[in-house]
């Protein structure tokens, strides 16, 4: 507890920009964010008020860490298990829980649980040898989608093998590296969307309207709030499983459930609890953002409304450009704004560098498409300097 203040203090595991935008919504609820970072010049560390220095693979650093927090957090997944195990027996409040979150630290754990589950997802098998993949690429039919099970994100970790040979090729090499590995069936899907919940120790869900995910080599480059199209009832289906996952998994906190939207239904690909990219159009388009949100629920308080504050919204994700432009963050801040007065800019602080998520722009109003051209212009100009549609300021 913190004795200024007298409310708890809730400490996040990561110095990204997920736990600087979760240290943003805790300032208007008085909370003292404490952030571990692996680094001084860390997203989060830039910016937040208590900030302590250690890496999320050392033991004493979390258990030091954790010593001065009444609830442990994250805003990512690698935290080993068997470090959060050692919490849990010692004490610490950690919320999600070891048990849950270890589903989405490992794919293969998580596809077991959801098949045991009997939840919708792709066809899937364990590697342990080329032969594993060349038995479910005859089965399923080439080409397969090869996994990491543990540390992939954003494209990382997730290999095309579109024939035999390919594999033959691939998977060795990474076996002999040790990286555990599961293959799934390549999906044919309409789209990519989001269902993204929260849930807290007292059992309270709430969620948030599905999403679109639009993704670009492996990388979530824009976010439709409400996803374009989507029925009523498939609109509850994926709100009412990604619930239901929640309570099975005894989920506190945030939970994005990825899925697949089939001809057939729905399919689940991946979870994460935490904070998640295909919810920071909440930030601007909700009455209750995804962080004061997971904040509310590791807090065992009451959830907010996650009601849309206009009928649509877009985010676009500003990566990286190839090479960094001539001209600097603070005057493309300038011209975009003097371009889209009503739009909102959420950077990180972060280096530039090609395909690096640097931040992002979000665009609320009435008409999806018109949101969505002007919000893909803002990303690509933060990043390029250069306007889309051929206008170029020098």
Same mark, same amino acid.
């Given at each position: ?21 979760? &240290? ?42 954790? @010593? ?20 849990? %027996? ?5 919320? !999600? ?22 939840? !919708? ?15 479910? +690429? ?11 099970? *543990?540390?992939? =994100? ?10 035999? /040979?390919? @594999? ?13 590995? #599961? ?5 044919? %899907? ?24 639009? /993704? ?15 029925? #009523? ?15 099975? #998994?005894?989920?506190? +906190? ?25 919810? &920071? ?8 953002? *995804? ?20 009928? @649509?919204?877009?985010? @676009? ?9 001539? %001209? ?22 972060? +280096? ?7 931040? &992002? ?29 051929? =206008?170029?300021? &020098?």
């Amino acid at each position: 507890m913190d004795k200024r203040t007298g409310l708890p203090i809730v400490g996040m595991v990561g110095g990204g920009q997920l736990a600087r935008m979760t &240290h943003q919504a805790a300032i208007s609820l008085g909370q003292s964010l404490r952030v571990l970072a692996a680094g001084e010049n860390e997203s989060a560390g830039l910016v937040a008020g208590e900030v302590v220095h250690g890496h999320h693979t050392d033991l004493e650093a979390l258990r030091s860490f954790a @010593a001065g927090v009444d609830v442990l957090t994250f805003d990512h997944e690698h935290v080993p298990g068997e470090h959060l195990l050692t919490l849990a %027996m010692e004490g610490v409040t950690i919320r !999600p829980d070891p048990a849950a979150l270890s589903m989405a630290q490992n794919k293969l754990v998580m596809r077991e649980m959801m098949a045991g589950l009997e939840i !919708p997802g792709p066809a899937f098998a364990e590697v342990s040898s080329v032969d594993d993949v060349l038995t479910f +690429g005859d089965k399923h039919s080439w080409p397969v989608v090869l996994k990491a099970a *543990q540390g992939g =994100y954003d494209g990382r970790g997730v290999w095309m093998l579109d024939t035999a /040979q390919h @594999a033959r090729e691939t998977v060795p090499e990474l076996l002999d590296a040790g990286t555990p590995l #599961l293959v799934e069936e390549k999906v044919v %899907m309409r789209r990519e969307l989001s269902a993204l919940v929260a849930r807290s120790p007292f059992g309270q869900g709430a969620a948030w309207p599905v999403v679109e995910t639009v /993704q670009s080599g492996g990388i979530n480059t824009e976010v439709l709030a409400p996803a374009p199209g989507l029925s #009523l009832e498939r609109t509850q289906e994926a709100q009412d499983l990604a619930l239901r996952i929640a309570a099975t #998994l005894n989920v506190t +906190g945030l939970l994005a459930v990825e899925l697949f939207e089939t001809d057939e239904g729905l399919l689940v690909n991946e979870l994460a609890m935490r904070p998640h990219n295909s919810g &920071h159009w909440t930030q601007d388009g909700s009455k209750t953002s *995804q962080f004061e949100q997971h904040l509310r629920a590791v807090l065992d308080y009451p959830l907010g409304v996650t009601d849309l504050i206009a009928p @649509a919204c877009v985010m @676009a994700n500003v990566l990286g450009a190839p090479e960094a432009p001539e %001209m600097g963050p603070d005057e493309r801040l300038h011209h975009l704004f003097a371009r889209y007065p009503d739009i909102r800019v959420h950077l990180y602080g972060k +280096g530039e560098r090609p395909g690096r998520k640097l931040g &992002h722009v979000n665009l609320v109003g009435e008409r999806m498409e018109e949101l969505r051209d002007r919000a893909l212009l803002a990303a690509h100009w933060l990043s390029h300097a250069v306007w889309l549609d051929g =206008y170029e300021i &020098h």
